[in-house]
């Protein structure tokens, strides 16, 4: 999951790491959402300092829409193919109504609409925004694909090598971090370190304990 965080922070995402859903009454939580992100529309790191090296996001295999606020559910899949989870598949259980609800994005005659948007297709837009659900994994999934074909799969090379690009150009720009939290910094760490980009694949995978 920290992987996939720090994926979408660098792609200029404001995030809530297992956000919780919790249940109507007493009892357990009925899901967690491995990452919440939302992403606005005008983000652009650098534009102040150097307009002409504005840092460029993954646009593409984001699927980044600059014309409205973006809003994501993450499912992240360590080891396995990109999958989402029955919580974010089962309109009968509303999960996907009650974050809404909490995270307070859309207003209360939205909710329904967006949310049956979402359990159908995998992407909601309207009211300004998109909220849509994203998948992490190891590989891409043609199943999920062809019934979700709104839902962005992202598989961990692609991550690893959008992290590589962006921590070795602009490693000056990124060298005071101490406010990081530890992943953040190794990942770092290890862009430096690494000579070309297969180095540095390698040295993530075995770093998170992960075989390639």
């Not at 980044?64 to 992240?76: M, T």
């Not at 307070?104 to 049956?116: E, K, Q, T």
């Amino acid at each position: 999951e920290k992987l996939a965080y720090w994926y979408l922070r660098l792609n200029g995402y404001l995030q809530i790491e297992n956000f919780v859903v919790h249940p109507g009454g007493r009892g357990g939580q009925r899901t967690d959402a491995d990452l919440l992100g939302v992403r606005f529309p005008h983000r652009a790191e650098r534009l102040i300092d150097d307009p002409d090296d504005v840092m460029a996001d993954d646009r593409e295999t984001l699927g980044l829409d600059g014309r409205a606020i973006d809003v994501v559910i993450a499912e992240v899949k360590r080891g396995q193919r990109c999958m989402l989870n029955g919580p974010w598949t089962k309109p009968e259980r509303q999960n996907i109504d009650r974050v809404l609800a909490a995270i307070g994005c859309l207003p209360p005659r939205s909710i329904g609409p967006a949310a049956s948007a979402l359990y159908r297709t995998g992407l909601y837009a309207g009211d300004g925004l998109r909220v849509r659900l994203i998948a992490f994994g190891m590989s891409y999934n043609t199943e999920l694909a062809d019934r979700y074909q709104q839902v962005a799969q992202i598989v961990w090379n692609q991550v690893i090598e959008f992290v590589w690009k962006r921590l070795r150009r602009y490693l000056d720009q990124k060298a005071d971090i101490h406010q990081w939290d530890a992943q953040g910094r190794r990942l770092r760490a290890l862009a430096e370190e690494a000579r070309d980009l297969e180095e540095f694949r390698v040295a993530v995978y075995s770093d998170i304990g992960w075989r390639g």
